[in-house]
Structure formats: structure tokens, C-alpha cells
Antibody
């Protein structure tokens, strides 16, 4: 049973880079999931997929965010991270890390972190 | 990019059946997943691969998918089912894209 926990600054200034980390417990990040993903939810709005990094190391990003997003894995810390550059107020959201419980391409996120609110404001 | 369309809201009386739809072009050819999200909480997977239920999800939750519409059906609705519900697919034609519907607020009258 995997557990995921997001961490990072709750306040980021406009034009700066948002950086979040997801710590995985209950299994090795190298072998416990088919992919690791980030999803966000602006206040009062719906879910938006940001991107995923697969066990192979391949990354896939939402086209609307692709130019600003980087997702990476740190196996030594059992963590994966999100970096979103040049943020604006529109990037204010609750950010979730998530992972599937099965090993196939369309497997849905099953394990979710509790979410962390990131506000973009000067 | 692939678009999923959900009604903004659905209302149902306790004990009745709620049906939440998710529309998409030829969605019947894709695997559809459904999430329940209560205020202040992370989403919970309630149906995956059109009609399967994760362990611990009541049998009252079921799903179907055909043509251009997928449906989440909640039988014998309870007050505790009041939540936002999201459908989701994986769009293999668009480079591993994960797509969410806009969400439906289920109100139990």
C-alpha cells in the first residue's frame, strides 16, 4: 500500500518557479508503480492533469503546460518532483501527486497525496 | 485534444438512482475511470476500466460505456454520496495524455 505526501512552498511569486516534491512510502519508487503523476485543481474548479513520468523514465506532459513543466525522479530519496516555471496567478491550485495500482498504460491514478495548496502572489 | 463533457450538476433523492454521464467522441473505445471527491479531500477512484470497482467501493457504484457516452450509476443513493464526480480517460492517440471531465456535482436532496 503506497502512501504519497506532497511538500513544498505554499506561496510562490509571479514569474518564479514552483517546485514540489512527492515522497513515496510503502514501496520503492524504482519499482512500485508504472508511473508517477502530478494533477492540480484550481480553487473551486476541476482536475487538470499536469504530467507523468513512467518507470522507463519517459515523461509526458499536458500540452498546455509542456513548455513550463519538468517532472523527475530521485531514487535515492524515494521522491519525485514537479517544477513549473514562469508561474502566474492562474497556476494557483491544490497540487496532487498520484500513482496507479496496476501496470498498464491506461491504469488510473489510485494512490493520491492529500494535496498541497500553492498560491501565486507577490 | 480529447474532450470529456459532464453535466455540471445532478440532483437525486435519497434511495433513488443517480446517473452521471461523460460524453466524448467514440468514448466507448476507451477505458473510462470515475472519481469521487468530497470537499477538502483528494479524489477517490470508485470505478475503473468502465465498470470495475476497487476493493472497498460499494456495489451501489457501477459504470457502463458505449458509443459516445459513459455513465456512472449510483444506486440507492445515500447522503454520504454527495460529492463531485469526475470521469477520466487515457488518450493513447495524443501521446499518453490523461484527460479529465469537468466534473459533476451530485446533490442528494
Amino acid at each position: 500500500q503506497l502512501q504519497l505526501q506532497e511538500s513544498g512552498p505554499g506561496l510562490v511569486k509571479p514569474s518564479e518557479t514552483l517546485s514540489l516534491t512527492c515522497t513515496v512510502s510503502g514501496g520503492s519508487i524504482s519499482s512500485s508503480s508504472y508511473y508517477w503523476g502530478w494533477i492540480r485543481q484550481p480553487p473551486g474548479k476541476g482536475l487538470e492533469w499536469i504530467g507523468s513520468i513512467y518507470y522507463s523514465g519517459s515523461t509526458y506532459y499536458n500540452p498546455s503546460l509542456k513548455s513550463r513543466v519538468t517532472i523527475s525522479v530521485d531514487t535515492s530519496k524515494n521522491q519525485f518532483s514537479l517544477k513549473l516555471s514562469s508561474v502566474t496567478a492562474a497556476d494557483t491550485a491544490v497540487y496532487y501527486c498520484a500513482a496507479p495500482s496496476d501496470y498498464y498504460d491506461s491504469s488510473p491514478p489510485f494512490y493520491w497525496g492529500q494535496g498541497t495548496l500553492v498560491t501565486v502572489s507577490s | 485534444s480529447y474532450v470529456l463533457t459532464q453535466p455540471p450538476s445532478v440532483s437525486v433523492a435519497p434511495g433513488q438512482t443517480a446517473r452521471i454521464t461523460c460524453g466524448g467522441n467514440n468514448i466507448g473505445s476507451k477505458s473510462v475511470h470515475w472519481y469521487q471527491q468530497k470537499p477538502g479531500q483528494a479524489p477517490v477512484l470508485v470505478v475503473y476500466d468502465d465498470s470495475d470497482r476497487p476493493s472497498g467501493i460499494p456495489e451501489r457504484f457501477s459504470g457502463s460505456n458505449s458509443g459516445n457516452t459513459a455513465t456512472l450509476t449510483i444506486s440507492r443513493v445515500e447522503a454520504g454520496d454527495e460529492a463531485d464526480y469526475y470521469c477520466q480517460v487515457w488518450d493513447s492517440s495524443s501521446d499518453h495524455q490523461v484527460v479529465f471531465g469537468g466534473g459533476t456535482k451530485l446533490t442528494v436532496l
